[in-house]
């Protein structure tokens, strides 16, 4: 392992994988990745592999819209010698009452002023696009056909491997154990397979965030949710959008390969990091899927699997310097990680690097927890 | 075994593909699955997952039990969700 490093990133997912490849194109000669499993092991290779613009927040909408615009280019942009698989079939919202209803209507108007295309579907349309959905109970529904989804394993890769060509060095079955620090500045980061001096750390750790800065001495509100999904037996194409239902809280929707992706967290159980499956989920989620789609009763259920989302007390990401500790930095999607990756690797490397960022990041900024400006998002399952 | 033979039918990958996976540096059980989806299909490695242990210890010039398995996920078998909700399901 190498002794010394101008930056080191924490967290192999696709946040981190970004991050240091931002880092390195930006200049930055030395930069070292931390990654206590494998590249993909966290909430990246876990998640459900949606990209989508339509949020309540113009932070959010800002940077998922370019995001989009990276992955649109993504397989070039990276010189990926595979495919990412960005596919823009759309994301359905579906609302059963007037109350997210017109939450819908309130992030219309956010759309509309920020150039996002988001279309309000009567009940035909949204059976027309797709023909086997339950419109018994539909109030409202939007759509924008821009959205889509991504391959997370591919697009961690092709962040990973553009990287390793810039230099980054990757170090993964390394795990951090703790920080040290000289007046509230980090000089070094200690792990299981030694240390590395360094005064700038960038904590892309999704849901470990909070652990990483336990080990710093600062307190992040930032905590793990536990989200479960399932994948069924791969089908014909029928379902082109990625269905969201703010009544059942789920998402679900048909990837490359045929299968559909369905799952959904429980906001009431306590939070915390832990990877079990429960039968009670499957039980409440296939009473969701059938009521949704009543033809996916013959469909076969093969795989569960869970993972977390970094939950902020206001479903916005955590972006930017921390007060009070020199040198470290937050990089966190909190649930949006994944799709929100291309941008906040670039503007987390442009903060690093001392630069204006694209987009105003100050607002994302971890002190706005005590200083009590949270900008709540209300578009989240 | 030649190259092109398949050694996961579930997700259609031959010889040829693991082995080239595993020379791009995804040379552990879990790192070629998330590559490949090797084991994730109907069957869950119930016939790759022998097959991918030995290319792997070749690889890494291990003995096939010192190759780390990927997580056993639930169900064991396919389950539809009809069965799961107990609606009926058509034939």
């Given at each position: 392992m190498?002794?010394?490093?101008?930056?080191?990133?924490i967290?192999g997912?696709?946040?981190g994988?970004s991050?240091?490849y931002?880092l390195?194109r930006?200049?930055?000669?030395?930069?070292?990745?931390?990654?206590?499993?494998?590249i993909?092991?966290?909430?990246?290779?876990?998640?459900?592999a949606?990209?989508?613009?339509?949020?309540g927040?113009?932070?959010n909408?800002?940077?998922s819209r370019?995001?989009?615009?990276?992955?649109?280019?993504?397989?070039?942009?990276?010189?990926?010698?595979?495919?990412?698989?960005?596919?823009?079939?759309g994301?359905?919202m579906?609302?059963?009452?007037?109350?997210?209803?017109?939450?819908?209507?309130?992030?219309?108007?956010?759309?509309?002023?920020?150039?996002?295309p988001?279309?309000l579907?009567?009940?035909?349309?949204?059976?027309?696009?797709?023909?086997?959905?339950?419109?018994?109970?539909?109030?409202?529904?939007?759509?924008?056909?821009?959205?889509?989804?991504?391959?997370?394993?591919?697009?961690?890769?092709?962040?990973?491997r553009?990287?390793?060509?810039?230099?980054?060095?990757f170090?993964?079955?390394?795990?951090?154990?703790?920080?040290?620090?000289?007046?509230?500045?980090?000089?070094?980061?200690?792990?299981?397979?030694?240390?590395?001096?360094?005064d700038?750390?960038?904590?892309?750790?999704?849901?470990?965030?909070?652990?990483?800065?336990?080990?710093?001495?600062?307190?992040?509100?930032?905590?793990?949710e536990?989200?479960q999904?399932?994948?069924?037996?791969?089908?014909?194409?029928?379902?082109?959008?990625?269905?969201?239902n703010?009544?059942?809280?789920?998402?679900c929707?048909q990837?490359?390969?045929?299968?559909?992706?369905?799952?959904?967290g429980?906001?009431?159980?306590?939070k915390?990091?832990?990877?079990?499956?429960?039968w009670?989920?499957?039980?409440?989620?296939?009473?969701?899927?059938?009521?949704?789609?009543p033809?996916?009763k013959?469909?076969?259920?093969?795989?569960?699997w869970?993972?977390?989302y970094?939950?902020?007390?206001?479903g916005?990401?955590?972006?930017?310097?921390?007060?009070?500790?020199?040198?470290?930095?937050?990089?966190?999607?909190?649930g949006k990680?994944?799709?929100l990756?291309?941008?906040?690797g670039?503007?987390?490397?442009?903060?690093?690097?001392?630069?204006?960022?694209?987009?105003?990041?100050?607002?994302?900024?971890?002190?706005?927890f005590?200083?009590?400006?949270?900008?709540?998002e209300?578009a989240?399952? | 075994m030649s190259d092109?033979?398949i050694?996961?039918?579930?997700?259609?990958?031959?010889?040829?593909?693991?082995?080239?996976?595993?020379?791009?540096?995804?040379?552990g059980?879990?790192?070629?699955k998330r590559?490949?989806?090797?084991?994730?299909?109907?069957?869950?490695g119930?016939?790759?997952?022998?097959?991918?242990?030995?290319?792997?210890?070749?690889?890494?010039?291990?003995?096939?039990?010192?190759?780390?398995l990927?997580?056993?996920?639930?169900?064991?078998?396919?389950?539809?969700?009809?069965?799961v909700?107990?609606?009926?399901?058509?034939?």
């Amino acid at each position: 392992m190498i002794k010394s490093a101008d930056v080191v990133v924490i967290g192999g997912g696709s946040i981190g994988c970004s991050a240091a490849y931002n880092l390195a194109r930006l200049g930055f000669k030395n930069v070292a990745v931390l990654e206590k499993g494998y590249i993909c092991r966290g909430s990246t290779g876990r998640c459900a592999a949606g990209i989508r613009q339509q949020w309540g927040t113009e932070m959010n909408c800002l940077i998922s819209r370019q995001s989009i615009r990276c992955f649109e280019v993504m397989n070039e942009m990276l010189e990926y010698d595979g495919d990412v698989e960005f596919i823009q079939n759309g994301y359905l919202m579906v609302t059963y009452s007037e109350k997210e209803a017109a939450m819908l209507s309130e992030n219309l108007k956010l759309h509309k002023k920020l150039g996002i295309p988001v279309q309000l579907l009567s009940i035909d349309d949204v059976k027309e696009i797709v023909p086997v959905i339950n419109t018994d109970r539909i109030i409202a529904s939007t759509i924008c056909m821009e959205d889509g989804q991504a391959n997370p394993f591919k697009v961690t890769d092709a962040y990973y491997r553009a990287a390793e060509r810039l230099g980054v060095n990757f170090y993964t079955y390394t795990e951090v154990t703790g920080f040290k620090m000289q007046d509230k500045k980090i000089t070094a980061v200690v792990t299981d397979r030694g240390e590395i001096a360094t005064d700038t750390v960038v904590n892309a750790t999704g849901p470990y965030a909070k652990l990483i800065s336990k080990m710093i001495g600062h307190e992040l509100p930032v905590e793990p949710e536990r989200h479960q999904i399932v994948v069924t037996e791969p089908l014909d194409p029928f379902l082109k959008p990625l269905v969201m239902n703010f009544f059942h809280n789920s998402y679900c929707q048909q990837v490359v390969n045929g299968s559909i992706l369905v799952g959904y967290g429980n906001p009431t159980e306590p939070k915390g990091l832990n990877y079990d499956c429960s039968w009670q989920f499957i039980e409440e989620l296939a009473a969701k899927v059938i009521d949704q789609f009543p033809v996916m009763k013959n469909v076969n259920i093969i795989r569960h699997w869970s993972g977390h989302y970094g939950i902020s007390p206001d479903g916005q990401p955590v972006m930017g310097t921390v007060p009070g500790i020199e040198g470290y930095y937050l990089a966190l999607g909190c649930g949006k990680g994944f799709m929100l990756s291309p941008m906040i690797g670039e503007l987390i490397a442009q903060c690093v690097a001392g630069k204006e960022t694209t987009l105003p990041i100050d607002i994302l900024n971890v002190e706005r927890f005590n200083k009590g400006e949270l900008i709540i998002e209300p578009a989240v399952v | 075994m030649s190259d092109k033979t398949i050694i996961c039918r579930c997700e259609d990958l031959t010889v040829e593909e693991i082995r080239e996976w595993i020379s791009k540096g995804c040379d552990g059980f879990e790192e070629i699955k998330r590559a490949t989806r090797i084991g994730m299909g109907a069957c869950q490695g119930r016939t790759c997952r022998r097959h991918l242990i030995a290319e792997l210890a070749h690889a890494n010039q291990k003995s096939p039990a010192e190759i780390d398995l990927s997580t056993f996920r639930p169900p064991t078998k396919p389950l539809k969700f009809g069965a799961v909700a107990g609606v009926d399901q058509d034939d």
